[in-house]
């Protein structure tokens, strides 16, 4: 059974007195639910002050990128190695803003998620099409580069260990969310991609999120859809209200 994982990306939002007050609004509300895997992922400069509040719950904590060598000369960077020290157990790789902003490649989503895997951190591997791909037919060519190539030369243990976000580009931030059947489409296909990789066992353990506009209104037909195991939320995570709710509709 692939437990439901609801992830909240804060993205570049909510400085450090904000951060504690969203996290403690969520640890009120949520604390006693065990069904739904939680996993609130801030800015890195609130990691530290977040992680005291969900130190010890069933919330968990997740950081938004990190860099792949241990340590040294690499001016702004954050090891996967301090993200551990800080208390991270998740984190968002490959997300596709970083792939449009930041020159994230499927070679260098790759390396980060190996260095995660040795740290014992759990990766969320972001894939999926932009707008023009889906228009031209190619939704399917890109999902595969991005599986293929981002989660090459792991181990099949580790591939359990990751967790993978499928999110069209077209749908993020932008309150147009794929249709269930949409995400279903894509989900499959990506569980048929890991059968191949890995086998069936594998393929069926690993939990695929959905991202893109989930909502608390939209996220129950969503998880309802045999491969969807949860989701990727931006937006509707920066308000306790929403955030909770959501996570209730998965109950
Ligand atoms: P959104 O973002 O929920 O605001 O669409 C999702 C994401 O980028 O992870």
Known sequence: MRRVIIAGNWKMNKNISESIDL???????????????????????????????TMETNIKLGAQDCFWEKEGAFTGEVSAGMLKSVGCEYCIIGHSERRQFFG???????????????????????????LEERKSGRTFDVIKDHVVNSL???????????????????????????????????????????????????????????????????IKELILQEDVDGALVGGASLKADSFVQLVKNCL
Not at 30 to 47: A, G, H, M, Q
Not at 107 to 126: A, F, G, Y
Not at 211 to 217: A, D, L, Q, R, T
Request: glycine share 6%; net charge negative; charged share 30%.
């Open 104 to 130: 994230e490649t499927n070679e260098t989503v790759n390396k980060k998620l190996k260095v995660l895997l040795k740290e014992n951190i759990k990766p969320i591997v972001c894939v999926g099409e932009k």
């Open 23 to 53: 996290a403690n609004s969520i640890k009120r509300s949520l604390y006693d639910i065990e069904e739904v895997e939680i996993v609130i992922c801030p800015p890195f400069t609130s990691l530290s002050d977040v992680n005291e509040i």
């Open 152 to 218: 090459a030369g792991i181990s099949k243990e580790e591939m359990v260990r990751t967790v993978i976000a499928y999110e069209p580009v077209w749908a993020i931030g932008t309150g147009v969310n794929a249709t269930k059947e949409q995400a279903e489409e894509a989900h499959k296909y990506i569980r048929t991609l890991l059968g191949q990789m890995h086998g069936d066992d594998v393929a069926k353990s690993v939990r695929i999120q959905y991202g893109g506009s989930v909502k608390p209104e939209n």
